[in-house]
C-alpha cells in the first residue's frame, strides 16, 4: 500500500490546473475530493447493475439491491453499529438531523422541556431544535464556550432533570475541536435525556465506534469523505428508532397499504421513503474501503502532523487570529482564522487568485460568529490528500494578503 503522503496521487481532481495555477484544495470541511478508486466503483455499478433497488425480481433491481444493502453492511462495520437496522441511508448530515428532530424532537419534548446544544453548532444542528423548541413550547438552550473555544466551567451542569435532548457536533467546523464528548453524554444519561451526536466533521477524520460513545444518534455525511453528494446517515439506537413514526411518506416505507391506512416497513426501510440513492450508498462503499485501507487512525495522526506543522507558523503572521484553541493537538484539520481588517472573501478571493480553495463567510455557524464578535472568517481545512507542500503555499500567500490589500505592515 502507498504511504499516506502520496495519497494525492488518487485524486485526479488535484491536477487541475486554475489560472495557471495548480489546484491546491483546503476545503475539504465543505466537501471533500473524490479518488479515482471511487469514481471507478460508480462506473461500474452504473454500467453494470443500475436497477431499483427493492422493487423488481430482475437481474439489474437485484444486484442493485445487493449494491445498496452491501454498502449497509459497510456503513454498520465503519461506526461499529449494533445492527443493520440502525443505519439509515439518508441525504446527508441534515437531513439525518431532520429525521431526528421531526420524528423523535418534536414527539418526545413538551413544555417545561429543555434542549441543550452548544453555541458552535452548525444551523443544521440548531435550526432544526429552534423548530423543535417552538413546536413544543420547550426551551432551547445553549452551553457556551471561552476564547479558547473550550465549554466554559461549569456549562454541562446545564444538563438537568429538565433537559431532554443533548444535541452537539463531535467534531466543530469552525473550531476543529472536540467537545468532551464522553462527559456529555454521561451527563446526559444520568438524567434520562438522549444524545444527539453531529459526525459530519469527525467521521472522515478519525476512527467512530457509535457503541463506545454511547451515543443516541449519530449523523454525517459521505460528500466529506470521499463519497459523492447526496448520500449521508442516520445511526440511531434501535429501540429508539422502532418508537418513532415515519419520516418521509412513500413507496418501500411501508408494510401493507389499503385505501384508508397504511403499516409501515421494518427498520431501517421505515425510513427510506422512495427509490434511494443506491449510486450515493455505492460511493460511500467505496470511500470508505479507500479510507481504510489507510486506517482512520492513520489519517487521524496524519492531519494531526499537518496541524502542528502549519499552526504555529501561522499564529507567528501578524494581524492573523486563529479562532478557539491554537494548541496543534486540539483542532482536527480545520483552522479557522481572521485577518485583521481585511474581510475573510477578500482573503479567500486573493488565495484564490493563486488556485487556493479556502472557505470563506460564517460557516453556517451564525451564533457562533455572533458569540465571538466574528460575523465572518476564513477557514482552512484539509484531509489525507494534503501536502505540506500546499500549506507552504497558503502561508505564503498568507503573509502577502494585507500588502495586496494596500497596508503598509
Ligand atoms: N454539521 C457540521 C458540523 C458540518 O460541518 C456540516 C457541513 N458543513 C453539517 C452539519 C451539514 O452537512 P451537510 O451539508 O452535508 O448536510
Known sequence: MKPITEAYKDFPILNKTHNGNRVIYLDSGATAQIPQVVVDRLVEHMTQHNGNPHRGSHVL???????????????????????????????????????????????????GDKILITVAEHH?????????????????????LDETGHLKDGEINKIDEHTKIVAFAHVSNVLGMEFPVKELIEKAHSVG???????????????????????????????????SQGIGVLYGKRALLEAMPPFLLGGDMIEYVKEQTTT????PYKFEAGTPNADGAVTLHAAIDYLESFG??????????????????????PHVRVLGSTNPKEKHGVIAFTVEDVHPHDVATIMDSKG????????????????????????????LYTRKEDLDAFLDVLKTVRSVMGYKD
Open 296 to 317: 482512520m487512525e492513520q489519517i487521524e495522526s496524519y492531519e494531526e502532523k499537518l496541524v502542528a506543522y502549519i499552526l504555529p507558523k501561522m499564529l507567528e503572521i
Open 193 to 227: 435525556a438522549i444524545v444527539v451526536l453531529d459526525g459530519a466533521q469527525s467521521t472522515p477524520h478519525m476512527k467512530i465506534d457509535v457503541q463506545a460513545l454511547d451515543c443516541d444518534f449519530f449523523v454525517f455525511s459521505g460528500h466529506k469523505m470521499c463519497a
Open 356 to 383: 487556493i480553495c479556502i472557505r470563506s463567510g460564517h460557516h453556517c455557524a451564525q451564533p457562533l460568529g455572533a458569540f465571538y464578535n466574528v460575523a465572518a472568517s476564513s477557514r482552512l481545512s484539509m484531509y
Open 264 to 267: 409501515f416497513n421494518e427498520l
Open 124 to 144: 443544521a444542528n440548531l435550526v432544526t431544535w429552534q423548530y423543535v423548541a417552538n413546536k413544543t413550547g420547550a426551551t432551547l438552550e445553549y452551553m457556551y
Open 61 to 111: 433491481a437485484v444486484e442493485a439491491s445487493e449494491a445498496y444493502e452491501n454498502a449497509r453492511d459497510r456503513v454498520v462495520e465503519f461506526i461499529n453499529a449494533r445492527e443493520r437496522e440502525e443505519v439509515i441511508f439518508t441525504r446527508n448530515s441534515t437531513e439525518s438531523m431532520n429525521l431526528v428532530a421531526h420524528c423523535y424532537g418534536v414527539n418526545n419534548v413538551q413544555e
